[in-house]
């Protein structure tokens, strides 16, 4: 695996591999990677003749508040396990790489309306530093396809917008949750977790799938969400939502029916904020 940390080494591979006729699979990561982003890298090994992963820990979708200075960086470790999943080029740019001008006095991308509900309410800008990156991130990489987790739900439809959009040339390819024996979901922020809490931490994913049960049984959505918040309450977290929405759009939906949706949650426990989801007639 060849390791760029300039801009014009990245590209020079990659116009070499586009011109040997060969086609380039892409994922970003923020690093302390672990079998969920390596499931990203065999999926794109899958689609694709070559991989490129990159390594950046953006500053730009972390709120004043959060864990932009303690968010683990292990970027040795998280080398050697790019090595064994097979991936040919790992990125890793400086700050001064990904924002010349500083990230105060950048041209942003902000994806309007499903960019501002859910985590964008709870963490204002965030999808603003989050399809920001991705966008030069891709214009950087010039990647024929790019693969992403679905635990970030509304992550992937902002992302998937912002390409829709911006018409640029990149296939988005969403890979399902994967999770612990116990059903909760990989997540680098759950080694905030002591070990009650992560027992504890297993209910989320318990929790959506009693309103997915519930939904494809005729039940009400309101009825459903309800219920979610409340378990989670009693489990012990801080509930920022649990709530039942259009797959694509994110809105609000009155009944699922054979509709698409997805059951989506994010929570406090003890020091992680942790957000799950789980789709309900919704393809990847």
């Known amino acids: 695996m060849h390791v760029s940390r300039q801009l014009e080494d990245l590209r020079q591979r990659v116009a070499d591999w586009h011109l040997a006729g060969e086609r380039v699979a892409f994922v970003p990561t923020m690093g302390n990677l672990h079998a969920g982003h390596l499931a990203l890298v065999e999926k794109a090994r899958e689609v694709a003749d070559r991989v490129v992963a ?8 972390f709120g004043p508040n959060e864990d932009f200075g303690a968010y683990p960086r292990t970027e040795d470790q998280d080398a050697q396990q790019l090595v064994k999943a097979g991936c040919d080029l790992l990125f890793l740019p400086d700050v001064e790489t990904m924002y010349p001008g500083g990230t105060e006095a950048t041209t942003f991308i902000e994806v309007p309306e499903i960019s501002d509900i859910l985590c964008g309410q709870s963490r204002p800008g965030h999808f603003r530093g989050v ?10 990489v010039q990647p024929d396809a790019a693969v992403f987790g679905e635990k970030d739900w509304q992550q992937l439809q902002v992302i998937r917008r912002m390409v829709r959009d911006l018409a640029l040339p990149v296939e988005i390819i969403g890979l399902p949750t994967k999770r612990e024996d116990s059903g909760l ?40 969400e309800k219920a979610g918040r409340e378990r989670l309450a009693r489990a012990g977290f801080e509930v920022d939502y649990f709530t039942i929405r259009n797959a694509d759009t994110l809105q609000e939906v009155a009944a699922a029916d054979a509709e698409a949706v997805v059951v989506l949650a994010a929570a406090r426990l003890g020091k992680a904020r942790l957000i799950d989801n789980l789709p309900v007639n919704a393809a990847s």
């Open 131 to 140: 399809a920001t990156v991705v966008a030069r991130l891709f214009h950087m």
């Open 185 to 224: 979901a990989l997540s680098s922020r759950n080694q905030y977790l002591d070990a009650a809490e992560r027992e504890q931490a297993a209910e989320l994913y318990q929790a959506l799938r009693a309103a997915a049960q519930g939904l494809q049984a005729g039940e009400s959505v309101a009825v459903l």
């Open 54 to 61: 990159s390594i950046f820990v953006n500053p730009m979708q």
